[in-house]
């Protein structure tokens, strides 16, 4: 059975203090893996693709990184501003619609 | 260049009774996939329309259903609502079947 898992559940970090979000998947194979942020209230927001392992991406302070098994995302300096959920998610390979299969989320807090 | 919209943003229904979400995606996409929120489950995929024809359905009871218009405008409909059916209820929209952008969500309250 296809399935995301995501760790820490919960994270605490101090301005500035860098860390790393890991998400860890099992599918048949992988069409593509998406990282979201979910403010409270409010629908996720994209922010990265993935498609193969080696694959990096880096927006501002995240930078997201894919194996084979498992992908990163790393908060360089996080700020304030930078605390919400962060969800990761699969598409299995094979599938050819928009179901993606998400991991329950890791919540930041970033501290001043 | 405008968002998905989800109407209502907030919804209050008592057991039993039904209810209708809807989404508008953005402006050219034409795939909507419809997901449900909640705290204990996370994120559950529901189902996901493309030119109007359903490709996908997630494992959910038949009460939930939706449709989409000729203008790529989606709605999904919950019947005999359950306790268990309050959540948030997302809306997304692709352009290819890679990168899909969420709605703000329609919160449903059951009592």
């Known amino acids: 059975e296809d399935q995301v898992t995501q760790s820490p559940e919960a994270l605490r970090l101090q301005e500035g203090e860098s860390s790393s979000l890991n998400c860890s998947y099992t599918?048949?194979?992988?069409?593509?893996l998406f990282w979201y942020r979910q403010d409270p209230g409010k629908g996720p927001e994209f922010l990265f693709t993935l498609y193969s392992a080696g694959e990096e991406k880096e927006k501002e302070r995240l930078k997201a990184t894919l194996t084979k098994k498992e992908s990163f995302l790393h908060i360089t300096a996080p700020k304030p501003e930078d605390s919400a959920t962060y969800l990761c998610?699969?598409?299995?390979?094979?599938?050819?619609?928009?179901?993606?299969?998400f991991g329950q989320g890791t919540t930041l807090q970033v501290k001043p | 260049k405008a968002g998905v919209t989800q109407t209502p943003r907030y919804l209050i229904k008592t057991r039993g009774q039904q209810v209708t979400l809807s989404c508008s995606p953005i402006s050219g996409h034409r795939s909507v996939s419809w997901y449900q929120q909640t705290p204990g489950q996370g994120l559950q995929f529901l189902f996901e329309?493309?030119?109007?024809?359903?490709?996908n359905k997630g494992n959910f009871p038949g009460r939930f259903s939706g449709r989409q218009f000729s203008n790529s405008r989606s709605e999904m409909n919950v019947s005999t609502l359950e306790l268990g059916d309050s959540a948030l209820y997302l809306c997304?929209?692709?352009?290819?079947?890679?990168?899909?952008?969420f709605g703000p969500g329609t919160r449903l309250t059951v009592l």
């Open positions: 998610a699969v598409q299995p390979w094979g599938s050819n619609t928009g179901k993606l299969i």
């Open positions: 329309y493309f030119s109007e024809t359903q490709r």
């Open positions: 599918v048949s194979g992988l069409r593509g």
């Open positions: 997304a929209s692709s352009l290819s079947e890679y990168e899909q952008f």
